[in-house]
């Protein structure tokens, strides 16, 4: 499942979304620190201990529903913007 959130991350619509549902919350944020924060998911992702791991995807997976056709991951926008956020502050 982490192999489909990391590729979710980088598609230009779950960016802009990010960034939209982020700003309501911190006008400060631009597309940019939306778009870096997602793209350093990747190598921050196995630095992480398990439980770390576990609460981030507690708060950006909705569902997941597993079908024939494989795995279909519903996000939570508002956890996205929240781990944006906390990247963001991170980084500062």
Not at 16 to 25: E, L, V, Y
Not at 37 to 56: C, G, N, S, T
Not at 71 to 90: K, P
């Amino acid at each position: 499942m982490i192999d489909q959130l990391r590729a979710v991350f980088r598609q230009p619509e779950i960016i802009i979304g990010t960034w939209k549902a982020t700003k309501s919350h911190d006008t400060s944020i631009t597309e940019a620190d939306a778009r870096e924060a997602l793209m350093h998911f990747d190598p921050l992702w196995d630095e992480l201990f398990p439980a770390e791991q576990a609460r981030i995807v507690q708060l950006l997976v909705m569902r997941v529903d597993i079908g024939l056709g494989g795995l279909n991951v519903h996000l939570r926008i508002d956890g996205l913007s929240g781990l944006v956020r906390e990247m963001r502050e991170a980084a500062a």
